[in-house]
């Protein structure tokens, strides 16, 4: 696992880390040619300066744009704009690591854009988050802290020596199994390829998901969402699962169904559940998971913008400085058109 430094924090401290699992990846379209790069919907002071350190040109979208940095996760048709606005681009950073939102453009782009994503800029942040998740559950915190008045029965179970399913192989992952060990827990990874993960125990394709959930005390999501992963886990995924197994999904929400979630929750089918990722998104208020005693529910913030934003400008200096190589060499989370992240 290898790591990239972020933004410069206070002396004395440590501040995240990219956990970066795609060095050295061939590009899935050739080199974009070098020039001005622009930062859309709106620039922001950090970012500027990241393309500027790394020796870039920052300037007003037009004809002449190179590189397109886009800030804004929720209006994929703002860089639909953007891209039609400047037909010279040939590369666009994305700010977040899952990219399902921009999904339709890389399709229509991704023969000659090369698309970068933040995939592993955030692993710290949101493998933390999903740790805090997976104790809370497992500590039973979702009841206590609805509770009115002091409970009489114990209850609760250790992590330790448990048995812990990861869904997906990312940086994310990455940082959740390496918080995992001093907990002696054994790790299965399920991912599309079957080689094997650092610090995992087993690791297995995404066809034998069935297979090994049977074992899984707690089951923890960090897929990516595409067409092929969208409600990974319904009924028959919550039936094979033991009555005392937690999930925890840091992912996305259309990953589980969500239906077939609560009813396996008011059912006892499986005993909690720790999302920071729902679907529908927001969760409506009066959604019976609101008042499910065994969720747990953060609302999408495993990863603050205090934390993410240096962490983005960090990910916009290496891509500017492979960017400005022209060689293709160096950038940091490529996205695979075909695979969709």
């Known amino acids: 696992m290898s790591a990239e430094t972020a933004a410069p924090t206070p002396a004395g401290t440590r501040g995240h880390r990219a956990v970066v699992t795609d060095h050295g990846a061939p590009l899935p379209v050739a080199p974009p040619t070098a020039g001005p790069v622009a930062i859309l919907p709106s620039p922001a002071d ?11 040109t920052v300037s007003a979208v037009g ?4 590189g397109i940095v886009w800030l ?15 037909p010279s681009v040939g590369w666009v950073q994305l700010p977040f690591a899952g990219v399902d939102a921009f999904a339709g453009l890389i399709a229509a782009h991704g023969d000659r854009v090369l698309f970068t994503s933040a995939k592993g800029a955030y692993a710290e942040p949101v493998a933390e ?15 206590r802290a609805r509770a009115t008045s002091w409970a009489t029965e114990p209850e609760g179970v250790s992590l330790y020596g ?11 992952a990455l940082e959740y199994i390496r918080l995992l060990a001093p907990f002696d827990v054994t790790v299965t990874v399920v991912r599309r390829s079957s080689s094997p993960v650092e610090g995992a ?11 090994v959930l049977p074992d899984a005390d707690v089951v923890m999501i960090a897929a990516a969402m595409t067409s092929g992963t969208a409600k ?12 005392s197994a937690r999930l925890v999904n840091i992912a996305r929400g259309g990953l589980v169904d969500t239906d077939a979630l609560v009813t396996a929750l ?23 998971l609101w008042d499910e005693p065994g969720a747990v529910i953060t609302p999408h913030q495993a990863d603050t913008p205090e934390m993410v934003a240096p962490l983005l400008a960090e990910r916009v200096r290496a891509n500017t400085t492979a960017f400005l190589r022209g060689d293709g060499e160096g950038f940091v989370g490529v996205v695979d058109p075909v695979a969709g992240y």
């Open 232 to 243: 990974l886990l319904g009924a028959r995924q919550f039936g094979l699962m033991k009555p």
């Open 162 to 172: 448990r048995n812990v399913l990861v869904i997906g192989a990312g940086g994310i």
């Open 72 to 86: 804004d996760p929720r209006d994929p048709d703002g860089l639909a704009r953007a891209l039609d606005t400047a």
């Open 63 to 66: 004809e002449d744009t190179r």
């Open 266 to 288: 008011r059912e006892g089918t499986i005993a909690a559940a720790g999302l920071d990722v729902t679907d529908p998104e927001p969760l409506p208020d009066g959604h019976p």
């Open 129 to 143: 988050h999903a740790l805090a998740l997976t104790l809370g559950t497992l500590r039973v915190l979702q009841k």
């Open 201 to 211: 125990d087993r690791t297995v394709t995404t066809d034998r998901l069935d297979e």
């Open 46 to 56: 950090l970012h500027v300066a990241a393309v500027r350190d790394a020796g870039g």
